[in-house]
Antibody
Framework: QVQLVQSGAEVKKPGASVKVSCKSSGYTLPTYAMHWVRQAPGQTLEWLAWINPRNGNTIYSQKFQGRVTITRDTSATTVYMELSSLRYEDTAVYYC??????????WGQGTLVTVSS | DIQMTQSPSSLSASVGDRVTITCRTSQSISSYLNWYQQRPGKAPKLLIYAASSLQSGVPSRFSGSGSGTDFTLTISSLQLEDFATYYCQQSFSTPVTFGPGTKVDIK
């Protein structure tokens, strides 16, 4: 049973950075890329980036290029999403998600990031 | 970026009703279209992938159709647990984009 478990809620000031983790379990080798998707309050879903846990290759949305960094630990079972230069409009629930190609079969529980002064 | 639209944005229906939600893309995406269900406070759940393939474990009352730019999600007989928001998502090219959502609530 594949599980994705994310780190807890964060409150950050504008201009700060936040780092959210996503730990995967239930399979022996990371088969799929790990994606990050966010959802602002009352809004639709927005894709940020993905990482191939096997080799660390990444692809970022142009919108977040330069502000978002995706990394993984050496065991390749934990992936991190760091978003810098936070703005009020970055307040959202951030999800890690995984599946074949871009079909997100598995999701983390979500991490609420609140940007507030 | 590929733009997504959904209609209607919301609908009210009764248990047992047949419900149809439409998704349109700004350019042809072949069959690279997925559908998700999201309940309040929960992560989305994959229902349909590749426009018409039912995800494992999803009830057969859910079905998807379409290709190119026009797609449909149908719930043949609405159940209480189906009251939620539904999103389409294109997986044809990055950035992956999602529709604005269709909220299905109880009439």
């Amino acid at each position: 049973q594949v599980q994705l478990v994310q780190s807890g809620a964060e409150v950050k000031k504008p201009g700060a950075s936040v780092k959210v983790s996503c730990k995967s379990s239930g399979y022996t080798l990371p088969t799929y890329a790990m994606h990050w998707v966010r959802q602002a309050p009352g809004q639709t879903l927005e894709w940020l980036a993905w990482i191939n846990p096997r080799n660390g290759n990444t692809i970022y949305s142009q919108k977040f290029q330069g502000r978002v960094t995706i990394t993984r630990d050496t065991s390749a079972t934990t992936v991190y999403m760091e978003l810098s230069s936070l703005r009020y409009e970055d307040t959202a629930v951030y999800y890690c998600a995984m599946g074949a190609y871009y079909n997100y079969e598995y999701w983390g529980q979500g991490t609420l990031v609140t940007v507030s002064s | 970026d590929i733009q997504m639209t959904q209609s209607p944005s919301s609908l009210s229906a009764s248990v047992g009703d047949r419900v149809t939600i439409t998704c349109r893309t700004s350019q042809s995406i072949s069959s690279y279209l997925n559908w998700y269900q999201q309940r309040p406070g929960k992560a989305p759940k994959l229902l349909i992938y590749a426009a018409s393939s039912l995800q494992s474990g999803v009830p057969s009352r859910f079905s998807g159709s379409g290709s190119g730019t026009d797609f449909t999600l149908t719930i043949s007989s609405l159940q209480l647990e189906d009251f939620a928001t539904y999103y389409c998502q294109q997986s044809f090219s990055t950035p992956v984009t999602f529709g604005p959502g269709t909220k299905v609530d109880i009439k």
